[in-house]
């Protein structure tokens, strides 16, 4: 078997690389197949929190790249999920602890046992980017529809373009509020398109469910209610090779105004008479 | 600055009868800036390079009118799906033919020496064109000149576009103006 293996990535921190691997992975798994995620953010990491796995960590990457653990002693299992594996970062290390041949023989060993390697890259496009694209040969740009964030995912489009081994890129556009980019005040997905001249692979609406959902260490593809959840689902449809629609939220969020107005209006004239 | 009231009072005029200019939303605002952004982050262009340009352009056009240098604009814009590199000069007058001969001719001069002290060493040229720019620019008698003749306030602006794909949109540059 030879899975694929997926940076995600996207220069500016905070726009939600983490979220969206957590996500990705937990859908994909979710869908039957055999994942396993690999955080690259050495000394900061994270995605084991997102997944509620932080007391279950005992060795990292840094101990399989040093030979302490086999690689396969330092997977963790998921709680929910027996399909889904995570691959630690070290939090006491600097990036400099693994290499780019490293992680790439790292991801060549996973994806002959997974179907999907996910490699959770560090901000920036330092040596821990470098690292973290070692091995992979697709990437996805997490971005928002904020000048920063784009500004940073068109240097980081530029920077995978020059890599050979990267196949193919998508933009996933995060934080989405449909509202404002009814109404223009904030830059609409055919803006964020345009300006970077990227293929979409999903929108992610504004949750506050993914507040919530990390408080509790619970991925928020698991609630079927959320519309962010909802969102990546489709995402991990789309990386698996469905042709799934795009939510249009600003339809929705324009039907939504409407129905309130009409109510208001209907409630108005209740008091009135 | 006469001119912005003006127009601030024309659009005044015009919002009383509920016509105002329409207004610019806030995203197009960002969608403007991002473009003229990752023009310049695309293009490899240091400041020091954009200075660079815009010191070897100032040379090559005093040598035919003398502009206001202080006042000189050098911007990316984007028309269309073209990006354009857009000059904006404030002519402070026109120089007459005479002058214009003498500069051509120092140039050629100027030219035919270093190529004369550079005619067994290629490898060097650039750097002695480097140094020949530094010593000769400032101190430039077409230099002096214009700061004598600054207070001319008979200014006319020349618009030139160093992009040669694209056409001059004049509209464009009375906005900027």
């Known amino acids: 078997m030879s899975g694929r293996v997926i940076v995600i990535t996207s220069g500016k921190g905070g726009v939600g690389k983490t979220t969206t691997n957590a996500n990705i992975g937990t859908a994909l798994a979710r869908a039957g197949k055999k994942v396993v995620m690999i955080d690259t953010d050495l000394g900061l990491r994270n995605l084991d929190l997102l997944l509620g796995l932080e007391n279950r960590i005992v060795y990292t990457i840094v101990d399989v790249v040093e030979e302490r653990c086999k690689l396969k002693q330092a997977l963790v299992k998921d709680k929910r999920n027996p399909n889904l594996c995570l691959l630690a970062a070290a939090q006491t290390r600097d990036k400099t602890a693994v290499s780019e041949e490293q992680l790439k023989e790292i991801c060549d060993k996973l994806k002959e046992k997974f179907d999907f390697v996910l490699v959770d890259c560090p901000a920036g496009i330092e040596q821990g980017f470098q690292n973290a694209v070692a091995g992979a040969t697709e990437a996805i740009v997490v971005t928002t529809p904020e000048m920063s964030a784009v500004r940073d995912a068109d240097r980081i489009i530029g920077l995978l373009e020059a890599k050979e081994e990267i196949k193919s890129y998508k933009l996933l556009l995060n934080r989405y509020r449909s509202n404002m980019a009814a109404s223009k005040d904030m830059m609409s997905k055919d803006d964020v398109v345009e300006i970077l001249s990227a293929e979409l692979i999903g929108i992610i609406p504004e949750d506050t469910g993914i507040i919530t959902s990390t408080n509790k260490g619970e991925p928020v593809v698991n609630d079927e209610n959320s519309p962010a959840g909802r969102a990546y689902r489709n995402v991990a449809e789309r990386i698996m090779g469905n042709d799934v629609p795009f939510i249009d939220f600003e339809e929705e969020a324009k039907v939504s105004t409407k129905i309130k107005k009409f109510f208001s209006k209907f409630l108005k004239k209740g008091k009135e008479n | ?177």
Do not use: H
Not at chain 2, 150 to 168: K, M
């Open chain 2, 1 to 177: 600055m006469s001119e912005n009231i003006f127009t601030e009072l024309y659009n005044k005029i015009l919002g009383l009868f509920g016509q105002a200019a329409p207004k610019e939303d806030s995203k197009d605002v960002a969608v403007n800036r991002l473009r003229v952004v990752l023009m310049q982050d695309r293009t490899n262009l240091t400041p020091e390079l954009l200075q660079r340009m815009r010191k070897e352009l100032i040379e090559l056009l005093s040598k035919y009118v003398e502009m206001d240098k202080e006042a000189l604009e050098l911007n990316f814009e984007q028309e269309g799906e073209q990006m354009a590199l857009m000059l904006s000069i404030p002519v402070v007058r026109a120089k007459d033919e005479e002058e214009i001969e003498a500069a051509i001719k120092a140039e050629e001069e100027a030219k035919a020496a270093a190529e004369d002290s550079n005619s067994d060493d290629d490898d060097e040229l650039d750097d002695d064109l480097d140094d020949e720019e530094d010593d000769d620019f400032d101190d430039d008698d077409l230099e002096d000149e214009e700061v004598e003749d600054s207070e001319n306030d008979s200014e006319e602006v020349i618009e030139e576009q160093v992009d040669p794909v694209e056409e001059e949109k004049p509209e464009n540059k009375k906005d900027k103006e």
